[in-house]
C-alpha cells in the first residue's frame, strides 16, 4: 500500500489555472469585438454603405474592421438573426433586400402591432427616458446637414420605448423582426422621409409622456400611415 501512495505522490500535478481572470479577460475581450464588429456593420448598412443584394465577405470585412474572422462571424449571425441579412449556402452573406410590396405589407401589420404595442406600454415607458428620447430627438432635428445616421439611432429609441416597454414578449419579437424589414426598404429609398419621422416621432413622445394610452396608440397608427401614404406617393 505504501508503494502505492509513494507512487501517487510522484504522479505530476495537474497544472491548475492560477489566473483565471485571463480567460475571462479573453471571453470579455472577444465579446466586445464581436459587439463593436456588429454596431460598425450595423452603422454601414444604416448609411447605405452596403446596398440591397450585396455579399458581405467575412475576411474582407475582417479586414477592413482590423479584427479576426470569429467575432465578424458572430456580428453576421447576429445581423442575420435581426433579418438585415441573408445567408446563401455555408459561408455567404447578403443584405436583404426588400421590394415595395412586401414593404407594404409589413406596414399594414406593423400598424396594428406597434399600436397596440404603444396602448399597454403608455403607463410603463420611463419619463427619464422619454426625455432622453426627446433631447436627442431636437439634437437631430438641428442638425446641418441631416444625419442619416442619427435619424436612424434615434428612430431606434423612440420605438423601442415602447416595443421593450410592452409586456408581450411575443409581440415584441414580431415587431422588430418587420421593423427590420421596413428600415432596409427604408434605408434605400425614403431619405426624403427622414426629417417629417422626427416631426411624428416628437407627437408619440409626447403621447406618451402623458401616459394617455388612446393617444400614444393613434399617434403610432398616424406615423405608420403616413410612411405607407408616402411610399405609394413616390414610387
Given at each position: 500500500?505504501?508503494?502505492?501512495?509513494?507512487a501517487a505522490s510522484r504522479m505530476p500535478k495537474m497544472e491548475l489555472n492560477t489566473h483565471p481572470s485571463i480567460e475571462i479577460k479573453a471571453v470579455l475581450l472577444a465579446d466586445t469585438l464581436a459587439e463593436?464588429?456588429?454596431?460598425?456593420?450595423?452603422?454601414?448598412?444604416?448609411?447605405?454603405?452596403?446596398?440591397?443584394?450585396?455579399?458581405?465577405?467575412?475576411?474582407?470585412?475582417?479586414?477592413?474592421?482590423?479584427?479576426?474572422?470569429?467575432p465578424v462571424r458572430q456580428a453576421l449571425r447576429r445581423l442575420e438573426g435581426e433579418g438585415l441579412l441573408q445567408k446563401s449556402g455555408s459561408?455567404?452573406?447578403?443584405?436583404?433586400?426588400?421590394?415595395?410590396?412586401?414593404?407594404?405589407?409589413?406596414?399594414?401589420?406593423?400598424?396594428?402591432?406597434?399600436?397596440?404595442?404603444?396602448?399597454?406600454?403608455?403607463?410603463?415607458?420611463?419619463?427619464?427616458?422619454?426625455?432622453?428620447?426627446?433631447?436627442?430627438?431636437?439634437?437631430?432635428?438641428?442638425?446641418?446637414?441631416?444625419?442619416?445616421?442619427?435619424?436612424?439611432?434615434?428612430?431606434?429609441?423612440?420605438?423601442?420605448?415602447?416595443?421593450?416597454?410592452?409586456?408581450?414578449?411575443?409581440?415584441?419579437?414580431?415587431?422588430?423582426?418587420?421593423?427590420?424589414?421596413?428600415?432596409?426598404?427604408?434605408?434605400?429609398?425614403?431619405?426624403?422621409?427622414?426629417?417629417?419621422?422626427?416631426?411624428?416621432?416628437?407627437?408619440?413622445?409626447?403621447?406618451?409622456?402623458?401616459?394617455?394610452?388612446?393617444?400614444?396608440?393613434?399617434?403610432?397608427?398616424?406615423?405608420?400611415?403616413?410612411?405607407?401614404?408616402?411610399?405609394?406617393?413616390?414610387?
Amino acid at each position: 500500500m505504501g508503494t502505492v501512495f509513494k507512487a501517487a505522490s510522484r504522479m505530476p500535478k495537474m497544472e491548475l489555472n492560477t489566473h483565471p481572470s485571463i480567460e475571462i479577460k479573453a471571453v470579455l475581450l472577444a465579446d466586445t469585438l464581436a459587439e463593436q464588429a456588429y454596431a460598425e456593420l450595423s452603422k454601414m448598412i444604416q448609411k447605405r454603405e452596403f446596398k440591397g443584394g450585396q455579399q458581405l465577405v467575412e475576411l474582407r470585412l475582417a479586414k477592413q474592421l482590423g479584427i479576426s474572422r470569429t467575432p465578424v462571424r458572430q456580428a453576421l449571425r447576429r445581423l442575420e438573426g435581426e433579418g438585415l441579412l441573408q445567408k446563401s449556402g455555408s459561408r455567404h452573406y447578403f443584405v436583404r433586400r426588400v421590394e415595395l410590396q412586401e414593404y407594404l405589407h409589413s406596414l399594414k401589420v406593423r400598424e396594428i402591432l406597434e399600436a397596440e404595442a404603444a396602448f399597454t406600454a403608455a403607463n410603463n415607458v420611463s419619463e427619464t427616458d422619454i426625455k432622453k428620447a426627446r433631447k436627442n430627438l431636437k439634437m437631430v432635428e438641428t442638425q446641418n446637414p441631416y444625419s442619416m445616421l442619427s435619424h436612424w439611432q434615434s428612430d431606434e429609441e423612440v420605438h423601442g420605448l415602447f416595443i421593450d416597454a410592452c409586456p408581450n414578449r411575443v409581440l415584441r419579437t414580431v415587431i422588430r423582426s418587420l421593423r427590420a424589414t421596413t428600415k432596409l426598404f427604408e434605408i434605400e429609398n425614403l431619405a426624403e422621409r427622414l426629417e417629417p419621422d422626427s416631426r411624428q416621432h416628437e407627437t408619440i413622445l409626447t403621447s406618451l409622456l402623458s401616459r394617455d394610452q388612446e393617444a400614444s396608440k393613434a399617434s403610432v397608427q398616424l406615423h405608420i400611415k403616413s410612411l405607407y401614404k408616402f411610399a405609394l406617393r413616390v414610387l
